[in-house]
């Protein structure tokens, strides 16, 4: 076999693109589309009100209130503390690095990557999107920045120079204005001592080297340098790269049409916008850019128009021609992982192919893909599950119809329709209405109100009531567990802990979902960091500074989850737990508990109440 050309990779990825699932919009766009209006409340599509002026425009926003009640308990459950995850050792005497690589790569989540808007992020897109995806990547893009420095003195200026990352670019001295003060007080006071000396040296000779050691001195004075202080403009331009987390938008994340998941797709990319600044920075040839033409169609995706409409009229528009700036040009590069046959040995390796329109900016083999996807209702055999929208959209529907009803009642009890006898009554008195107001007629009962219909507002109710059972049926999240049912205080403290349990069973296999999300993503962070970070760092990890050398963790590390998913809410979590510790301070009598295990037990008391460690409070 032949190695494959430019030009046939570039119709393969053409081809793996066009046939990808979203590049094209589709069912899956529209569904998508339609949970984002569904969210917002927007009174669009099949929650269009009818074309009657004076018609209920309310719609029901049972999406939104499910979604929103779901996701507190879903980041108390990942990032309330400090670690997210847990490595175990894979080897006897690994127990201490196993404990700092999880320090490390919580530290690098939680702190550098700001991994609470990452992890709400991600949730939200799978709770409203059926799937939320994130990028994680070691990113080599140098960044430079611009850097000012007055005042320095020669060691400062020293210390700069020598910083491999600081070019100078600007360069100003002048004399020290405090020294050359210091200079002359100094010169006057042993001047003035000079002078009494020889006065005293006219009376006693001796007093003569006294006068010459203070003229030595002045000499040495007038001698040294003047200092000199400096200031300096200087760019610094960060390299060695860095390891990034990053939440992609649905729309922009492409995969073959029978993949399963992303670590068996024979095809998946992330189509995105980037300056031709940033492009630059991250080393791409810009000048094949020049000379094609990029995807800029992809701004006009649905999806993104939806979701940026709310409150951006012009979200249609496309970004290129907002500036005339050519480093801030925009373009829509396509970064596709594809499985190809490219060198010919007749087995398919995973290649990174980045595309902008019709130039390949790179080509190379990688270990995997860089996504990591999460759904909170995984379907079988399938890449996209169902999101809790798609399951409470149907009865946000129903109890839109519902209100719109019963409110279009009410008003038309309000404001009643009339009768008139036609020619028997002045329209305008009728039409003009006042208090007091009088109405011409040329005969009794020659206008009056119809008989108004007052509906079945308890039906109406009644109907309203189905409709949040059939909710809480279809989602699992019980107004118990939202903690809003005033009725629940009028029922004994045994049920409702059942039915709060049940439903939090279902939020806790939700989170066991999003739970394999975190797995994978530990496991590329710890890949990204022992294959790229070739130097020991000193990080702050638990209050203290600690030097980190990923390259030692080149073994890796089996990945536990420890999320909190126990049976519960945290105050019955906290109950079981002091019952524990009870029965361990009977154990620890007869030998069948140690002091670890009571300070074990204390600090995950201690995390229950909310504080992030028991240190504080307990000594190891």
Known sequence: MTRMTEDELRALTDGELRQSVGYWGGKLAGQRQK????????????????????????????????????????MVKFVSGDTVVEFEPTQQDDEERAKLCTDYLNYLFLKKQNGHAITYAWFKDALLQKNGIVKVWWDTRVEETREEYKGLDDVELAQIMDDEEVEVTEHDSYPDEEDQEQRQEAIQHLTAQAQQAIQAAQQNPQAMQAVQQIQAQIQQINQTPPKFLHDVTCKRSKKGGKLTVENVPP???????????????????????????ELKSMGYDTKKIELSSDDSGAV??????ERLAWDDEYAYLNEEHQTLDESQRVVWVSECYIRADYDGDGIAELRKVTRCGNAILDNEVVDVAP?????????????????IADVAEE????????LRSHLDQQYLNVNGRMYAVEGQVNLDDLLTSRPGGVVRVKQPNAAGPLQPSYGDPAGVMHSLEYMEDFLENSTGWTRYSQGNDSGSLNKTATGVNI??????????????NFAEGFVSLFRMMLKLVTQHQNKEVVAKISG??????????????????NVGLGTGNKDQQAAHLMNLMQVQGNALQIGAATPENIYNAACELAKLNGFKNGDKFFSD
């Open 35 to 74: 949970a984002e209006y569904y969210y917002l409340g927007l009174a669009k599509g099949d929650l269009s009100p009818p074309e009657i002026e004076g018609r209920s425009k309310v719609v029901s926003t049972d999406v939104r209130n499910t979604i929103e009640s779901m996701l507190p308990q879903l």
């Open 251 to 277: 729309e922009e994340f492409l995969i073959t049409r029978n993949a399963k998941s992303i670590e068996t797709a024979r095809f998946c990319a992330h189509r995105r916008s980037f300056t031709m600044s």
């Open 300 to 305: 006009m995706n649905a999806e993104r128009v």
């Open 371 to 387: 996504f990591v996807s999460i759904c909170p209702i995984p379907m079988p055999h399938k890449f996209y599950g169902l999101s």
């Open 395 to 402: 009865s946000q529907r129903i109890k839109t119809s519902l």
């Open 499 to 512: 039915i709060t349990n049940r439903s939090d069973m279902r939020l806790d296999l939700v989170a066991r």
């Open 544 to 561: 203290a500074w600690v030097p980190v050398d990923p390259r030692e963790w080149r073994n890796q590390f089996d990945v536990s989850i």
